[in-house]
């Protein structure tokens, strides 16, 4: 089975009725960590103030989603776990550091929604920086957690261990009343070739092709920033991280495809979604620019699939119950 066929069967929203447990979502983006929860069988609330990211989750995933600027004063309904990417602020060490007093960021939010709900399980991703030059910040947060009666576990993580075909690094943040471990890793990396397949060598009259003041413009980005090899796609390995920047913006270390003659092309949104692991049937609202930067924000749900069913299965152990894999990729109780 391809890679595209199998992300289009296994990543596909169903509701296990024996589990029977409710997800709440914040700043759920286009729904990315949701639909790795729904292809575990959980069901998904959705909260994200961007509109088209919004209707995107509304129109792939079984949960819905609400279009909410979310406050530390938002109400939820009754949720078992609590997830999201909370926005966290570049706060600069030598400048004012504010913490979870700062009302630009959503950390607060986040720690009032656990409060409030008092879900079984919380966890929430962030960019790497979290653990270096923002960490004081992580430790903050991580305290406030504890204080109400959660173990936490966290890591940096890389996508890459977990079936996507891409260097994504993130820190995860894990959180239950018992003892709860990170997911390990998969047994296989996945190329950016594996997942594009024959989208990487096709083209029409439609594809954004480099000009040669943008291969100008690219080589004098590459050498001032003392790049080895050309940020190209390479075929033969993970490709690396996805950011809006890379993906919507025409800056010198673009995604591009180098074809056989030479040229480079932009890559496409749905390649682009590949290398997210999002299935072909999985559709973007909005514009070109927009689709991008949903799909450059959003977690890669192939590795939300593994960090939802670290979850299941840990529920699963709470209660005696085990599961096991059947030809449809479903879990079903033994």
């Not at 296990?16 to 929860?37: E, Y």
């Not at 653990?131 to 009666?149: A, P, Q, S």
């Not at 796609?233 to 490709?239: G, K």
Request: with cysteine; net charge neutral.
């Amino acid at each position: 089975m391809e890679y595209w066929e199998e992300i289009n069967e296994k990543l596909r929203p169903w509701v296990d009725s024996k589990l029977n447990k409710t997800v709440v979502d914040l700043f759920a983006g286009c729904g990315g960590l949701s639909l790795g929860f729904e292809a575990n069988g959980f069901k998904t609330i959705g909260y994200e103030m961007d509109t088209n990211a919004c209707e995107t989750y509304n129109q792939n995933l079984l949960g819905a989603c609400i279009n909410e600027k979310l406050t530390p004063e938002s109400m939820y309904p009754k949720a078992d776990i609590v997830i999201g990417g909370p926005p966290c602020q570049p706060f600069s060490v030598g400048g004012k550091q504010l913490g979870l007093k700062d009302s630009r960021d959503g950390f607060p939010i986040f720690l009032s929604a656990i409060r409030q709900l008092n879900p079984e399980i919380l966890l929430f991703e962030n960019v790497r920086g979290m653990l270096y030059k923002n960490k004081w910040y992580l430790k903050e947060v991580i305290e406030e957690l504890e204080k109400l009666g959660y173990y936490i576990n966290y890591a940096l993580l890389n996508a890459v261990n977990y079936e996507v075909p891409q260097n994504r690094e993130r820190v995860i943040v894990i959180g239950s009343k018992n003892k709860i471990n990170l997911p390990t890793k998969a047994n296989r990396i996945v190329t950016a070739g594996q997942a594009l397949g024959e989208l990487a060598f096709q083209f029409d009259e439609g594809s954004k092709f480099f000009t040669e003041s943008m291969d100008r413009y690219v080589a004098n980005y590459e050498k001032a920033s003392k790049c080895i090899n050309p940020r190209d796609l390479y075929l033969d390995r993970p490709a690396r991280t996805l950011t809006c920047r890379n993906l919507a913006g025409a800056t010198g270390d673009m995604h591009r495809v180098r074809l056989s003659d030479g040229r480079r092309r932009r890559i496409t949104v749905r390649e682009a979604a590949r290398l997210q692991s999002f299935p072909d049937w999985f559709e973007f609202s909005g514009t070109e620019t927009n689709q991008y930067n949903q799909i450059g924000n959003a977690v890669a749900p192939y590795f939300a699939y593994h960090l939802a069913q670290n979850i299941k299965n840990h529920l699963m152990r709470k209660t005696g119950n085990q599961y096991q894999y059947t030809e449809n990729q479903q879990l079903q109780l033994f």
